[in-house]
C-alpha cells in the first residue's frame, strides 16, 4: 500500500510538472508575438530612417568618410537571457562569443544576460552588463541605457569599432548567430540607395543639415540595437519553445511510465487481498469440517 502511496505522488508530481511546462511554453509563444511586431515595427521604421539619411546625404558626399581610426579598440555587445530553461540559447551565445571575440586588451564585451556573464567574464575584459527586457516597452529603456554606457566608454578609450553580437530566429524555429556593425557606419550605403519615391516631388528638409544628420544617426544608433534586442528575445523563446517541448515528451513518457506501474501495483495488491480471501475462506471451511 505505502508503495502505491509513492507512485500516486509521484504521478501528481509529474502532473503539476506538465502544467507548469504548459504555461511556461504558452508565455514564450506570447513573448515570440509581441517580440515579432516590435521587430517587424522597427524594420518598416528602417525604412524611412534610410530614406531620410539617403536625403540628407543627395547633396554632396561630405560625410561619407566619417569614421573612426581603425586602430583604437574594438567594443563587443554580447546578447545573452537572464534566465535558464531556454535550451541551448546561451551556451551557442558563449560559443559564438568565444570564437569570433579575440582575447586581447583592445577587446572590450559589455554583456546583456546574467547567464552568460559569468562564463564570459573569465575570459574577456567585461566593460559592463545589463539585464534583459521582459516586455517589448522594457527594451526602450535598457537600450537607452546602453547607449550611455557606449558613449562614456568612447570618452574613456578609442573605439573604432563596434559589433552586436546576437541570435536571429529563422523559419520552423531555427536560429543562426549572427554579428551585427553598429559602428563605423556605412555612410556611403545610404548614398548609394535609389530610393523610389511614390510622387514626382523628391523630399527635402528645411532644419540644419548638421542638426539633422546628427539626429538621424541617433536614431540609427538607437533602432540597430532594439532591433538587435527584438531578434534575441524572440530567438530566446523560440528556443524556451523547443526545450519546453523535450520537457513535455520527457513528462508525458514518465507519466506513462507511472501509470503503467501503479495500474500493475494496484493490480497486485488487489489479486493478493482476493488470495487473502479465499485462503481465509478456505480456511474457516475446514475448520467446520473438523468439528
Not at 579575440?102 to 559589455?110: G, M, R, S, Y
Request: proline fraction near 2%.
Amino acid at each position: 500500500m505505502q508503495n502505491l502511496q509513492s507512485l500516486r505522488k509521484s504521478i501528481s508530481s509529474a502532473e503539476s510538472l506538465q502544467s507548469i511546462v504548459g504555461i511556461m511554453k504558452a508565455h514564450a509563444s506570447s513573448n515570440i508575438l509581441q517580440y515579432e511586431h516590435a521587430a517587424k515595427a522597427s524594420m518598416k521604421y528602417r525604412s524611412i530612417l534610410d530614406m531620410a539619411l539617403y536625403i540628407v546625404l543627395s547633396e554632396d558626399s561630405e560625410y561619407i568618410s566619417v569614421s573612426e581610426d581603425g586602430d583604437g579598440f574594438t567594443l563587443h555587445i554580447v546578447f545573452g537571457s537572464d534566465y535558464g530553461l531556454a535550451g541551448n540559447f546561451n551556451e551557442r551565445m558563449i560559443s559564438f562569443a568565444k570564437k569570433s571575440i579575440p582575447k586581447d586588451e583592445k577587446h572590450l564585451v559589455i554583456v546583456i544576460g546574467q547567464k552568460i556573464l559569468n562564463r564570459l567574464e573569465d575570459d574577456y575584459t567585461i566593460s559592463g552588463s545589463f539585464s534583459v527586457p521582459q516586455t517589448e516597452a522594457g527594451i526602450i529603456p535598457i537600450v537607452q541605457r546602453l547607449l550611455l554606457k557606449i558613449d562614456q566608454l568612447r570618452d574613456t578609450v578609442p573605439i573604432s569599432r563596434i559589433l552586436l553580437y546576437y541570435c536571429k530566429p529563422l523559419d520552423n524555429y531555427a536560429l543562426e548567430e549572427e554579428i551585427g556593425i553598429l559602428f563605423p557606419i556605412d555612410i556611403d550605403s545610404f548614398s548609394r540607395k535609389k530610393t523610389a519615391w511614390e510622387s514626382n516631388t523628391i523630399p527635402t528638409y528645411l532644419m540644419d543639415r548638421d542638426t539633422l544628420f546628427s539626429d538621424l544617426l541617433k536614431q540609427y544608433f538607437f533602432l540597430t540595437i532594439y532591433r538587435s534586442f527584438c531578434y534575441s528575445l524572440v530567438s530566446e523563446n523560440t528556443s524556451r519553445i523547443t526545450s519546453m517541448d523535450s520537457a513535455k515528451k520527457n513528462i508525458e513518457e514518465r507519466l506513462q511510465l507511472l501509470h503503467s506501474m501503479y495500474n500493475k501495483e494496484r493490480q497486485t495488491n488487489t489479486t493478493e487481498e482476493i488470495n487473502d480471501v479465499i485462503s481465509g475462506f478456505k480456511s474457516i471451511r475446514n475448520k467446520k469440517r473438523n468439528l
